[in-house]
């Protein structure tokens, strides 16, 4: 088949400056609305194996994109290796917004649809970053993938604990995926088919796929599913249970008879057009759907997991047991660390303890406490409260930056900053901020606060005052006037 739309080869620049390689076919027709759909591959594969993807669409008011993961196809490091599956993530959540911006559209102009591992992706940043995008389509995610070696899993996990990072050559053949005899010899010859991959991103792939079908109702845009009915790649209950899962009441599933894991590289993949076609031209054709937050307190699963552990463990079950005894254990030998000492006498959503859990150094009075300390310290709350603190201050930067590029002067406020660590951490590089105001209600956030300015040299520029975060006339009358408005963890 010719090619009928030749795409534009260009890189793009992500957060942790690795230039990953990307194709652009513009829209050969105009459209009274922006519409762009980006496209990501599988694994092991590239984005040059999506050009029939394009072509027999046929959607020629379309703009589509698709870029090579890192470590695949033409994209820079080594051949299937991400430092993490978290990293990947991001990489999609920047990709789809640069796709975006070059397209001059807005996210909800936005159609998603990717592939297998992909699909993985793609459902994950769904799951985490709550993109405003159109729609999502997904083809045979591989939630679970098919490891035909009992306890290849367990095994992998233990040998990546003693060895470090090794890699795993994939066994799926060409003849596995497709019926389609020109897509098996193309995969079978193409030099830009990367076979390994990292044993960090296999387990993360396992982690991260049961965290995201378990909580699939947090995902709430339109999503259609396409299902392989003979997938010898990966299982297909994970899959239907991620749909089920799903909340927004404009949800498709499609099981295709006879179809192998390449679901959009089949021999009958018209079938699987058909349906996307007709499920894309529906979500453009309608003005956006936004969903309904309002009821959220009373009426979705996480407020029903609130009331089911309101309620508490049943009496004298393991988890009864299990959690009476965490309780006499911090209370008993807790408190000789430092950090849950901290908690009990300043409370554990207290400013000073996230300044504690932002320093991350284990500290107690014994050998044990500082034990103690360190298993607090790295359990998973605080480790989030830490990727937290690092977006924050990302966030701060870019707003910052783009104050400076409008010429505007730079004149923050943060309202409710505990003890600050995180703006001053942002901010102590940055010249281009004149005047850095921190708030808190909490005299003790505010003498530790004023310290922390003074040690840092930036009393020049920075100061700590007692406010209240509520009192919406004292936010008004602030002078100068605010540019720059920080809004955190009220």
Known sequence: MTNSRIPDERQF?????????????????????????????????????????????????????????????????LRGYSPSLVRSVQDVDEFVRFAAADSQAGMTDVVVVAQSVGAVLAATWAHDYAPDIRGLVLASPAFKVKLYVPFARQGLELMYRLRGLFFVNSYVKGKYLTHDPERVASFNKDPLITRPIAVNILLDLYKTAERVVSDASAITLPVQLLVSGEDYVVHRQPQLDFYQNLRNPQKELHVLPGFYHDTLGEKERHLAFDRMRSFIDTLYARPVQRFDYSQEDRWSPSADTWRILSGGPALYSLDDISYRCLRYGMKVLGTQSTGVRLGFETGFDSGSTLDYIYRNQPQGSTSLGRLIDKNYLNSVGWKGIRQRKIHLQMLIQQAVARLTEQGSSVRIVDIAAGHGRYVLDALQGETAVSEILLRDYSELNVAKGQEMIASRGMAGRARFEQGDAFNRNELAALEPRPTLGIVSGL
């Open 13 to 77: 620049l992500t957060s942790d400056n690795t230039e990953l390689f990307y194709r652009h076919w513009p829209a050969q027709e105009a459209s009274s609305t922006p519409k762009v759909v980006v496209l990501f591959h599988r694994g092991h594969e590239h984005s040059g194996r999506l050009q029939h993807i394009v072509d027999e669409l046929a959607m020629p008011d379309t703009a589509f994109y698709a870029m090579d993961a890192r470590g695949h196809g033409r994209s820079p490091g």
